[in-house]
T-cell receptor, first 110, second 114 residues
Framework: SQQGEEDPQALSIQEGENATMNCSYK?????LQWYRQNSGRGLVHLIL?????REKHSGRLRVTLDTSKKSSSLLITASRAADTASYFC??????????FGAGTRLTVKP | ETGVTQTPRHLVMGMTNKKSLKCEQH?????MYWYKQSAKKPLELMFV???????ENNSVPSRFSPECPNSSHLFLHLHTLQPEDSALYLC?????????????FGPGTRLTVT
């Protein structure tokens, strides 16, 4: 089964900087979702982007999807210490079966 | 709060014990999921229920046994587990499995097998 693979595995930035995380996958998808997880907690849904969409925004979050390159990116602008968490992409295949990657651990230093 | 609750939040059990994890969702969803999350590994989908019917079993060992008595409740029965089964077990729900919609996760049960 396919999985999204996040890159980098870990990212450390200063508060106020932008954070970019990438996700690559191997087979055709129906949609791609980004989730956030604070340490030891459940995942929280951030954005869903469908295969016919190229970009979506939600507050300080911007997600892009390039189906030709089988990749997506999550941009967090003007980061805050509270953005410190792990971020996961999940790919939904043509049956809407979702597969998660191992995540990117983001640390935002105050 | 996401509307999905899990109990217990922490569980320590020996390899010969039998225990159960419980998940309840208050969102009116029809699909429920069990995931296993181990350190530095992708989230592993274990079981999927859609309208109370099991639709997926991802080659999960029989020492894990799911039960879905109704659309709001999901259990994971544990029996003779191994130390490598120690992980965070996450429950999630969604409107239904066949729609491309987001999943809502519970806070998880941290399981330690001694």
């Amino acid at each position: 089964s396919q999985q999204g693979e996040e890159d980098p595995q870990a990212l450390s930035i200063q508060e106020g900087e932008n954070a970019t995380m990438n996700c690559s996958y191997k087979t055709s998808i129906n949609n791609l979702q980004w989730y956030r997880q604070n340490s030891g907690r459940g995942l929280v849904h951030l954005i869903l982007i469908r295969s016919n969409e190229r970009e979506k925004h939600s507050g300080r979050l911007r997600v892009t999807l390039d189906t030709s390159k089988k990749s997506s990116s999550l941009l967090i602008t003007a980061s805050r210490a509270a953005d410190t968490a792990s971020y996961f992409c999940a790919t939904g295949d043509l049956n809407n079966d979702m597969r998660f990657g191992a995540g990117t651990r983001l640390t935002v230093k105050p | 709060e996401t509307g999905v609750t899990q109990t217990p939040r922490h569980l320590v059990m020996g390899m010969t014990n039998k225990k159960s994890l419980k998940c309840e969702q208050h969102l009116g969803h029809n699909a429920m999921y069990w995931y296993k999350q181990s350190a530095k590994k992708p989230l592993e989908l274990m079981f999927v229920y859609n309208f109370k019917e099991q639709t997926e079993n991802n080659s999960v060992p029989s020492r894990f046994s799911p039960e879905c008595p109704n659309s709001s409740h999901l259990f994971l029965h544990l029996h003779t587990l191994q130390p490598e089964d120690s992980a965070l077990y996450l429950c999630a729900s969604s409107q239904d499995k066949n729609s491309a919609v987001e999943q809502y996760f519970g806070p998880g049960t941290r399981l330690t097998v001694t």
